[in-house]
């Protein structure tokens, strides 16, 4: 059974990136996994868990079912749960011919490591009553207060903890990003309209982009469920936020960020951090 992962070498994330693997093969249970897992935070081992999860339909099909996500143990002077900014994080996954579970006779193939490190703790507040978000960098404001437009009644925004998934996107095909940040955006009503400084925030598809259109940024809630900005505070967004930073909504009227709706890790209590496998 072979394993990948989410995370890349060598890369600055923000401090919500979770550690992500694909599993090749459901497993009974995470505990081998678990047992063969170690962390580092600053060449400290940390303790902590993996949640297991049904993989998305795009992943599924390319042959892996299922996924963990990697939390660690908040320290108990941690004022968030996020790993702490500016840190180096190490994950030694040494997997290769252990059993998945005692008498599986299931075999991981393969053995991974991790390295990566945080940047500033970039975390911005997304408040759809007030209709403002603003950006902080290791606890100051990065950026003047900026108004937004959140999703309507009928399409409401996701509340929660979210994380940057993605800026922008690839032309299809190749390595090369579209121009400023362009995103093809279909929903209902329309088809492949290019989205300037999009921002990824759910596999579903919420973004923060720039919709200088919407006139009603700072006065009301219109959207499909996207963070609309004025073209100025999307561009500086898109620029300025890493994949991994973290997002924090509330008072959009929609319900909390499902886990499985790309990094809604930190929408679940720790406890669901217990190694633990879906059953279908």
């Known amino acids: 059974m072979h394993i990948k992962l989410l995370n890349s070498d060598g890369v600055t994330y923000g401090v919500g990136e979770p550690i992500v693997t694909y599993l090749s093969a459901r497993i009974p249970n995470g505990d081998a996994f678990a047992k063969a897992t170690t962390v580092k935070v600053n060449g400290?081992?940390?303790?902590?868990?993996?949640?297991?999860?049904?993989?998305?339909?795009?992943i599924a099909a390319a042959g892996y079912p299922i996924e963990g996500h990697f939390r660690a143990n908040p320290a108990p002077a941690a004022t968030t749960p996020f790993w702490p900014a500016h840190?180096?994080?190490?994950?030694?996954?040494?997997?290769?011919?252990?059993a998945t579970a005692p008498g599986s006779g299931q075999y991981f193939d393969d053995s991974l490591t991790l390295r990566f490190s945080t940047g500033a703790a970039q975390i911005?507040?997304?408040?759809?009553?007030?209709?403002?978000m603003i950006s902080t960098s290791d606890g100051v404001q990065a950026h003047p207060t900026m108004p937004i437009s959140c999703g309507k009644t009928d399409t409401p925004t996701y509340e929660g903890t979210k994380v940057v998934m993605q800026k922008g996107e690839d032309v299809p095909g190749t390595n090369t990003p579209r121009p400023n940040g362009t995103v093809l955006m279909?929903?209902?009503?329309?088809?492949?309209?290019?989205?300037?400084?999009?921002?990824?925030?759910t596999q579903s598809g919420e973004y923060v982009h720039d919709l200088q259109s919407n006139a009603a940024i700072g006065?009301?809630?219109?959207?499909?469920?996207?963070?609309?900005?004025?073209?100025?505070?999307?561009?500086?967004?898109?620029?300025?936020?890493?994949?991994?930073?973290?997002?924090?909504?509330?008072?959009?009227?929609?319900?909390?960020?499902?886990?499985?709706?790309?990094?809604?890790?930190?929408?679940?209590p720790q406890s669901e951090f217990n190694n633990e496998t879906p059953d279908s």
């Not at 400290?44 to 795009?58: K, L, P, R, T």
């Not at 929903?187 to 309209?193: A, C, H, I, P």
């Not at 004025?230 to 909504?249: C, M, S, T």
Request: hydrophobic residues 35%.
């Open 44 to 58: 400290q081992v940390v303790d902590g868990a993996w949640h297991f999860e049904n993989s998305d339909q795009d």
């Open 87 to 98: 840190a180096n994080i190490e994950m030694d996954l040494r997997t290769q011919g252990v």
């Open 219 to 268: 006065s009301a809630s219109t959207s499909h469920g996207c963070t609309n900005l004025h073209a100025d505070d999307a561009k500086w967004f898109y620029g300025w936020a890493q994949l991994g930073d973290v997002l924090i909504y509330s008072n959009s009227g929609g319900g909390t960020m499902p886990s499985w709706d790309g990094l809604g890790d930190w929408n679940l």
């Open 186 to 201: 279909t929903g209902t009503g329309y088809t492949n309209v290019p989205i300037l400084w999009s921002v990824r925030v």
């Open 124 to 132: 911005s507040y997304v408040d759809c009553g007030a209709l403002t």
